[in-house]
T-cell receptor, first 114, second 117 residues
Framework: DAGITQSPRYKITETGRQVTLMCHQT?????MFWYRQDLGHGLRLIYY???????DKGEVPDGYVVSRSKTENFPLTLESATRSQTSVYFC?????????????FGDGTRLSIL | AQSVTQLDSHVSVSEGTPVLLRCNYS??????LFWYVQHPNKGLQLLLK??????LVKGINGFEAEFKKSETSFHLTKPSAHMSDAAEYFC???????????????FGSGTQLTVLP
């Protein structure tokens, strides 16, 4: 089925470990986004990508790395996980980079860092 | 810069009664406004969007919202709640529907809707 798939859905790891969250979309949307969702903060943008090999920082990028070698994939890496990065992470995509464009979301990855 | 405030963190209604979820926004330009719904352990799903056309916007599952510029509000309503409507709802604003960017969305902190039998 077309859509956005995130993996894993749940992950537990320890501080200092590297962890990669995967995001795959089948719409061929140019724009992709990573958000984190924390109680009381709504969703905050971590990184976004306008196309393959084009990425840029969002509101809360520190401690995260992204890459986009193919249009359909947009992995997010925590190079050295910290407890403050415990959160639910959502990947999203949109066809155009316009203010009136809705975004399409995956089901999220719940990440716990011990 | 834009901002959005969801006035209630929790709303409880009985099944079959009306739903009102309140959202106020601030924007310097001509905003786009969205309502998304999030069911447990799921991503956000678009309910409806406003982008400078008709001020009364109809969405999926019987929801609608009215854009009121004078009150800077975009409240979400439904005439009759169903048990399946229980979820968290997010109001989202984009600074400018035409020149704004999809990466410049501001999300409200959410309203948890409980539907009582």
């Amino acid at each position: 089925d077309a859509g956005i798939t995130q993996s894993p859905r749940y992950k537990i790891t320890e501080t200092g470990r590297q962890v990669t969250l995967m995001c795959h979309q089948t719409w061929s949307h140019s724009y992709m986004f990573w958000y984190r969702q924390d109680l009381g903060h709504g969703l905050r943008l971590i990184y976004y990508s306008a196309a393959a090999d084009i990425t840029d920082k969002g509101e809360v990028p520190d401690g995260y790395v992204v890459s986009r070698s193919k249009t359909e994939n947009f992995p997010l890496t925590l190079e050295s996980a910290t407890r403050s990065q415990t959160s639910v992470y959502f990947c999203a995509s949109s066809e155009l980079d316009r203010g009136n464009q809705p975004q399409h979301f995956g089901d999220g990855t719940r990440l716990s860092i011990l | 810069a834009q901002s959005v405030t969801q006035l209630d963190s929790h709303v409880s209604v009985s099944e079959g009664t009306p739903v009102l979820l309140r959202c106020n926004y601030s924007s310097s330009y001509s905003p786009s406004l969205f309502w998304y719904v999030q069911h447990p352990n799921k991503g956000l799903q678009l309910l409806l969007k406003y982008t400078s056309a008709a001020t009364l916007v109809k969405g999926i599952n019987g929801f609608e919202a009215e854009f009121k510029k004078s009150e800077t509000s975009f409240h979400l309503t439904k005439p009759s709640a169903h048990m399946s409507d229980a979820a968290e709802y997010f109001c989202v604003v984009s600074e400018d529907w035409a020149s704004g960017s999809a990466r410049q969305l501001t999300f409200g902190s959410g309203t948890q809707l409980t539907v009582l039998p």
